[in-house]
């Protein structure tokens, strides 16, 4: 390759990486926790008081229904699952369920914690009307980031695939660190460029075909590949829902071992009445999607999709966004993920530090100021984001039980804000050293906090064998020690190492300055 | 470099969806190969991104590409107008 599109392929790889990672940080911190978002509800949710009595999924959506006339229009049923033992029915955002007692109660979500980091990985903390969108742009930058990544790396591919040069050279240093997980996590990242793309940018990007390519005959040829079912119109006649266990029964007929999740009704007490179910079905693929449309009023099974009878694009589609939720493989998948996750952050925030690195001017005491704007807006913005998801931990256990959504919500925004702040008010190594020790701290009050507000000892969660609480405090103990550490070391470097760098604390010495004028 | 940047904002995805769109009208089973090509959008846009960073100038990059993208879409108009390119709903 000639060295002068080597060099272009650099330039371009540097600012998109710079335009886009402050943002992939981001979505691949809130990503990987949001990986055990299931996990964590149960984390987030107290146990109730009382164990509540099994309830009837169809005697609920008659109860609702009863009393609340707007609800036949349409709404979700969200059957019990491992995580989330509660049966709820949910329409126009109102939640109901069935109390202690057996009667019909309306509540308000408790917390809304997996939620928020879900949001937050997917908008960046951007508003949630623009942020998705910003977010789909940004991974299509980050699709140019890796493919010029790639052509820059290539020629010397194996000679530094192993290559870890630890030592004076800190620039080397970080550079093989960004390579080696670049390279090997590379068909990770791939997948995540494509499917988080795909998710956030595939509704947008039909247009152009829709109108350029196929005279607005596209939806015609790929919709049924795409939708389940199109809405059903209401007729106006009226008609009883058929009940729930015929529906139920009537699936699992046609599609044995289908477990169902979720139900979404359309004009419920109508002869068009249209119910939607959504599960899974273990058929030994990537995708274990399975869903069916029935008829409310007759209990017709209209259509079946499970991965059996995927169509080529259904099974493309699907099995990317399996791939995109960790949605296979349990487990082991799920920590896998979670370990190149975590990775991937560093990754970009090891970007970011390169780039200052490269600008480094060696032989001056008086580094460039954009060297030092992009050390503080690195810090602000990773840091911020570490400290916020903590801080949203914190604030489930010790907050206000009647208000958790919005102190979550508020309260990830001010520790976010007040590290940026934060970061651009002192100079980098010293910004970089607290904002990493109150990251620790922050972290390492996770599993108290959890002890104090719900009385549960952690060591006796490890006796019980709760899974959730025992892996939540473990993580947040390995995570605050890996941040103690940088914080170590990130000031070690401020106070010792070089001074010819944006990272030092060492003040321009009179001797320094006689030196630079002699020279 | 902004020549060939705003070469690779601009015209780019014009650039890919002309090749995904000319491969999908070319298929005999529209029904079953539309989706997936589709996807593969996604892969044949970063490539022209890429691409236009290949020419040795921002001028050439703009002219060879957006001419490519003028004659391509004429032709396809063309070809759709006298049916030797269909869309079979």
């Not at chain 1, 992009?374 to 903590?390: I, P």
């Not at chain 2, 593969?40 to 060879?64: D, E, I, N, S, Y």
Request: glycine letters at 8%; a positive charge; proline letters at 5%.
């Amino acid at each position: 390759m000639k060295s002068s599109t080597l060099r272009t392929y650099i330039a371009v790889h540097t600012w998109v990486g710079l335009v886009a990672g402050f943002c992939l940080f981001i979505a691949f911190y809130a990503g990987a926790v949001t990986i055990f978002h299931e996990a964590l509800h149960a984390w987030e949710t107290p146990p109730p008081k009382t164990a509540r009595p099994a309830a009837e999924p169809q005697a609920l959506i008659d109860a609702v229904l009863a009393t609340q006339p707007k609800a036949r229009e349409s709404f979700y049923l969200r059957l019990p699952s491992e995580y989330e033992p509660e049966l709820i029915l949910e329409f126009d955002e109102r939640h109901f369920r069935f109390d202690a007692a057996g009667k019909l109660e309306e509540f308000k979500q408790h917390s809304q914690l997996s939620e928020f980091i879900y949001r937050l990985h997917y908008t960046a903390g951007l508003p949630r009307s623009w942020g998705l969108y910003t977010l789909g742009v940004i991974c299509v930058l980050y699709g140019v980031a890796l493919a010029s990544g790639v052509i820059v790396y290539a020629p010397t591919f194996f000679k530094d695939l192993f290559a870890l040069r630890i030592g004076k050279n800190i620039k080397r240093m970080w550079q093989d660190a960004h390579n080696a997980i670049g390279i090997l996590s590379l068909p990770f990242h791939l997948m995540y460029a494509w499917s988080s793309a795909i998710l956030a940018l595939g509704v947008v990007l039909l247009a152009p075909f829709q109108y350029l390519i196929f005279d607005g005959k596209l939806l015609q040829l790929v919709g049924p590949d795409i939708y389940l079912a199109a809405p059903a119109k209401a007729s106006g006649v009226a008609a009883p829902l058929v009940p729930l266990p015929q529906l139920m029964a009537t699936m699992r007929r046609e599609a044995p071992g289908i477990e169902v999740g979720s139900l979404f009704y359309r004009h419920a007490g109508d002869a068009n009445a249209q119910v939607e179910a959504y599960g899974k079905i273990d058929q030994n693929t990537v995708a274990s999607m399975a869903a069916a449309v029935l008829n409310g009023s007759t209990g017709k099974l209209e259509r079946l999709m499970m991965p059996e009878n995927f169509s080529a694009g259904t099974r493309f589609l699907r099995s990317l966004q399996a791939l995109h939720f960790g949605g296979f493989g349990q487990a082991a998948v799920q920590w896998m993920y979670f370990i190149l996750g975590m990775a991937g952050a560093f990754l970009f925030y090891s970007g970011n530090l390169l780039w200052i690195e490269a600008r480094r001017k060696r032989q001056s005491l008086v580094q460039p100021r954009s060297g030092k704007l992009m050390a503080q807006g690195t810090l602000g913005v990773c840091l911020g984001c570490v400290a916020g998801v903590s801080a949203v931990f914190l604030i489930n256990k010790l907050g206000p039980a009647d208000a958790l959504p919005l102190w979550e919500e508020r309260g990830y925004y001010a520790v976010f804000l007040l590290c940026v702040a934060w970061a651009f008010a002192r100079p980098p190594a010293r910004a970089a050293h607290e904002l990493l020790m109150l990251c620790a701290g922050l972290t390492l009050a996770i599993p108290l906090a959890h002890w104090a507000g719900s009385g549960v000892n952690p060591l006796l969660a490890l006796v019980e064998g709760d899974g959730v609480v025992v892996g939540v405090a473990l993580v947040a103990l390995t995570f605050a020690a890996l941040y103690r550490k940088m914080a170590r070391a990130v000031l070690r470097r401020g106070l010792h190492g070089d001074p010819h760098s944006v990272w030092s604390l060492r003040a321009p010495t009179a001797a320094a300055g006689e030196a630079r004028q002699a020279a | 470099m902004w020549g060939k940047s705003t070469a690779a904002v601009f015209l780019g995805m014009p650039l890919a969806a002309l090749v995904v769109g000319f491969i999908a009208l070319l298929s005999t089973d529209q029904k079953t190969t539309t989706l997936p090509l589709l996807l593969m959008f996604f892969l044949a846009w970063v490539g022209a991104m890429t691409c236009a960073f290949l020419f040795k100038t921002g001028v050439r990059a703009w002219l060879w590409m957006g001419g490519a993208i003028i004659v391509g879409f004429t032709l396809l108009h063309f070809l759709k107008a006298y049916g030797l390119l269909r869309i079979t709903v």
